[in-house]
């Protein structure tokens, strides 16, 4: 889709994409269409340039590992850290819209890394707490759609996937692969990740999180 970056905002994307009337069975095709071109284009992007593996061999080396993003981007941030923390230790989700990156960057050490997602329409929040991890020793990892991304010159490394939607959202298909694969990486190569997983499979139990089938 050629407009894709041309169109920045939601209310753009409607009348281009979704302005003229069609059928709710063309509409679902074209939509699982363009998913389906997304993914695949991204992965082939992730096969062709190695950055989740060498974001991985970051994030598994460090002593701390905190996630950031803010506005939409934080619910694929939430993700992250969530699937992140069953294999590792020492991960912390940070609001950048909230107060609470401050009291990141006051502590921030040389062995720390930051994975910082940022997608168009980007927050500046995001991009200025990215900048000052890095100035003040930390590694960043970034997560965004494209390679002039605010985040980019903060980060060591920058994991690049495509957001190209048929509808009026940008889509999130590839972001969410790229993370699933991230973390799956870091778990698979760091030490004790075994041993935590059966863990946490006990405490859960003890603290009875789940309904049993």
């Not at 894709?4 to 994409?17: E, W």
């Amino acid at each position: 889709m050629s407009t894709n970056r041309d169109l920045s905002s939601p209310g753009q994307r409607f009348g281009a994409r979704l302005g003229r009337p069609t059928s709710a069975e063309s509409l679902q095709h074209k939509v699982i269409s363009a998913e389906r071109d997304t993914l695949e284009t991204g992965w082939q992007r992730l096969v062709d340039d190695a950055s989740v593996i060498n974001a991985a061999g970051l994030v598994v080396a460090a002593r701390r590992r905190f996630v950031t993003a803010a506005g939409k981007s934080y619910a694929l941030a939430h993700l992250l850290a969530t699937d992140l923390s069953v294999g590792l230790s020492q991960v912390q989700l940070v609001d950048a819209a909230s107060g609470h990156g401050v009291s990141m960057i006051t502590d921030v050490r040389d062995s720390d890394v930051l994975i910082a997602i940022g997608l168009r329409r980007y927050r500046a929040e995001t991009a200025a707490l990215a900048r000052a991890f890095a100035e003040r020793g930390g590694t960043v990892v970034a997560i965004s759609d494209a390679a002039d991304s605010p985040l980019a010159s903060a980060a060591k490394v920058l994991i690049t996937v495509p957001t190209t939607s048929a509808s009026h959202v940008d889509s999130v298909t590839a972001v969410v692969s790229a993370g699933h694969l991230l973390t799956t990486l870091a778990a698979a190569s760091a030490k004790g990740a075994r041993r935590r997983i059966a863990d946490r499979e006990l405490i859960n139990d003890q603290l009875g999180l789940y309904t049993q089938e």
